[in-house]
């Protein structure tokens, strides 16, 4: 059974930091790309950013410069390291983990992350 676990949301003010854990367990974490998505209230869930198994990243243009997303394989977590966080960016934070050629993708409860003064 495939288990994911967020953590490290929080209420922070605008130009602060937070970092959220991701840790999974009931796959070979290595063989899965890794992605953070956010669900704003009246919005549709979006992507944040993705790592694949061999490490490349990706981001959405309005978080590019200020978000990092790692993995660690040996420790089956993946990362988001948020900086200069923003009012907007306030959302619950989603972990997913998936294989597009197995036709998987798994989902974590997700964490509250709130920008605000």
């Known amino acids: 059974q495939v288990q994911l676990v967020e953590s490290g949301g929080g209420l922070v003010q605008p130009g602060g930091s937070l970092r959220l854990s991701c840790g999974s367990s009931?796959?070979?974490?290595?063989?899965?790309?890794m992605g953070w998505y956010r669900q704003a209230p009246g919005k549709s869930r979006e992507l944040v950013a993705t790592?694949?198994?061999?490490?490349?990243?990706h981001y959405s243009d309005s978080v590019k410069g200020r978000f990092t997303i790692s993995r660690d394989n040996t420790k089956n977590t993946v990362y988001l390291q948020m900086n200069s966080l923003k009012p907007e960016d306030t959302a619950v934070y989603y972990c997913?983990?998936?294989?597009?050629?197995?036709?998987?993708?798994?989902w974590g409860q997700g964490t509250q992350v709130t920008v605000s003064s």
């Open positions: 997913n983990q998936g294989r597009v050629d197995l036709g998987v993708a798994y």
């Open positions: 009931g796959t070979i974490f290595r063989l899965y790309t």
């Open positions: 790592i694949t198994s061999g490490g490349s990243s």
